[in-house]
């Protein structure tokens, strides 16, 4: 990814020596783009939690719950597994997961793009509300439950109860599905959901996976109240 | 039982890292205290008694009693017995007689006394109080053996004491930690009672470690007990479960309480958040995974079904 001329310095923080606390306050109080690496995360929880500036985050090893949460506007990229929600709440930027993460990946995210280069466990996308997710592995069972906004992509296999209760997120799985969600359906793939579907494997830097391979899942609109004169403000 | 709670497993495949078993678990332990500050307890598994013989981890409350004393008295009753190992307010014995007739003994001599653990090389530690100071009242850092599994208690239901606390025995070799907590125990402990399984505690867990002992004896495999979870436990939890050769580890079909594993040439561990697994040695370069769901995992010198 290209660096922006205005990052600064880069910045090297050891969680061996200090806290996560003391990394934190630096991402949050630098307002200039930094290019920041985090070593010795041992799976520490609230790693580079609600930055709002462009840093560049780079994390090398293992990581605890929440990392990258609330994140706005920079990137993050952990060279390691991730344990439960990564990328929570998410609102810009992107999260990109070297490993597998664990469960409720990418919860209630608004905005920005979640790669996991591994799988992703249960609960991937629970209340996604705008953000696109992108996992080259499988993901677990409630995936995109109650998902109102954005995308999940999943290059290997979604788990039982798919989509459970989906709102208006799309979902694209190009393996099996062990089981769909209550008002979830698979949906005829047409040429926009191909280009959109592409464009989100080329900002994930997956070139090995094709947009024809996927099949497309979504809401049968008949679980929740829909009108739709109302479409326009979804 | 406990929302929180965590949960550690440990099984040493390279015999160089067995006397460091201890210290290893400790480690992970302290990992842990944050989610069980109430109370902790580990088992061991580690210099098995000869055949015909049975070792036996008593637990007193004070005043501490005369350990010395009561190894003569089951000498002299069952026809030979070790001295003591006294690990603060517990010992273990090495009796040469079978596990039964020494807990038959027990409850008729010395009804004080509370029965741990007995097997073959089972050595069960538990107490009320923050793990830390647990883990160096005991020396369990000094420990060594094979393989082990350990619990940090954070109660939710029913009291902080150390007959509440983790591992809970479920027959000779056999332990169970768990995280979670079960809906259905109440139900549950009066059918197994009527079975003739016995209960300490109103703890949801131990209903649990009761159930598997009741299914074992049955004559079910630990594989079969641990599917019959599946079916038959109404909650949330993720259980480890010690055997001679190894442990085996479940969740609940929702997964709502977490686990991770993580394996190398040295060791095979579980713990409830992997920041316990990171200060294993070569912890980074280890192949690392989350158990899935309703899944029965196994490890061992032997399989354990």
């Given at each position: ?191 926009e959901h191909l280009e959109h579907l ?37 | ?169 479920t027959g000779l070799d056999l332990c ?130």
């Amino acid at each position: 990814m290209a660096v922006p001329d205005a990052i600064q310095e880069a910045l090297s923080v050891d969680l061996a020596t200090d806290s996560v606390r003391v990394l934190n306050q630096r991402l949050h109080s630098d307002l200039e783009p930094r290019r920041v690496q985090v070593m010795n995360p041992a799976g520490r929880h609230s790693i580079a939690v609600g930055i709002a500036v462009a840093h560049e985050v780079e994390i090398d090893g293992h990581v605890g719950y929440y990392c990258a949460g609330m994140n706005q506007l920079a990137t993050v990229r952990v060279h390691g597994n991730c344990g439960v929600g990564v990328a929570e709440n998410m609102m810009s930027g992107s999260v990109i997961v070297e490993g597998s993460a664990s469960q409720s990946a990418g919860a209630s995210a608004r905005g920005g793009l979640l790669v996991v280069h591994g799988d992703a466990s249960a609960r991937c996308g629970i209340s996604l509300k705008g953000a696109e997710i992108v996992v080259r592995g499988s993901v677990g069972h409630m995936s995109a439950f109650m998902a109102q906004k954005g995308s999940l992509v999943v290059c290997g296999d979604a788990g039982e109860a798919l989509g459970d209760s989906l709102y208006e997120a799309r979902l694209y799985v190009r393996g099996s599905v062990a089981e769909l969600g209550a008002d979830c359906v698979e949906k005829e793939m047409r040429t926009e959901h191909l280009e959109h579907l592409s464009q989100l494997l080329e900002r994930a830097e997956l070139d090995d996976v094709q947009a024809s391979e996927f099949r497309r899942y979504g809401s049968a609109r008949e679980l929740y109240n829909f009108h739709v004169e109302n479409l326009g403000s979804y | 039982m406990g929302c929180m709670c965590g949960i550690a497993g440990l099984y040493v495949k390279s015999p160089a890292l067995e006397p460091q078993l201890g210290e290893h678990l400790s480690r992970m332990l302290e990992q842990l205290s944050f989610r069980g500050p109430d109370s902790a307890g580990v088992a061991f598994y580690r210099d098995p008694a000869p055949a015909g013989s049975c070792k036996i981890s008593l637990c007193a409350a004070n005043p501490a009693p005369d350990w010395t004393a009561i190894g003569d008295r089951l000498a002299d009753a069952l026809g030979g017995a070790s001295p003591p190992r006294v690990r603060a307010s517990h010992a273990t014995f090495v009796v040469a007689a079978e596990a039964d007739d020494v807990r038959s003994w027990l409850s008729e001599h010395h009804p004080e006394l509370r029965l741990m653990s007995a097997g073959s090389s089972i050595e069960i530690y538990k107490e009320a109080g923050p793990p830390g100071e647990f883990v160096g009242r005991f020396g369990i850092d000094q420990i060594d053996g094979s393989h082990a599994l350990g619990h940090t208690r954070m109660a939710t239901e029913s009291r902080v004491t150390t007959e509440h606390s983790h591992p809970f025995s479920t027959g000779l070799d056999l332990c169970l930690v768990h995280n979670g907590s079960l809906s259905n125990h109440n139900r549950l402990r009066r059918n197994l009672r009527r079975e003739g399984i016995h209960f300490q505690t109103d703890n949801d867990s131990e209903v649990a470690a009761g159930y598997l002992t009741w299914r074992l004896r049955e004559g079910a495999s630990l594989e079969q007990a641990l599917e019959g979870c599946l079916e038959d436990l109404d909650g949330f939890y993720t259980f480890a479960v010690g055997t001679s050769d190894g442990f085996a580890v479940l969740r609940d079909p929702i997964a709502c309480k977490p686990a991770v594993m993580a394996e190398t040439d040295e060791w095979v561990a579980m713990a409830s958040e992997y920041r316990a697994i990171s200060v294993l040695p070569g912890a980074q370069q280890a192949v690392t995974w989350e158990p899935e769901p309703g899944r029965v995992y196994s490890w061992g010198r032997a399989p354990v079904a």
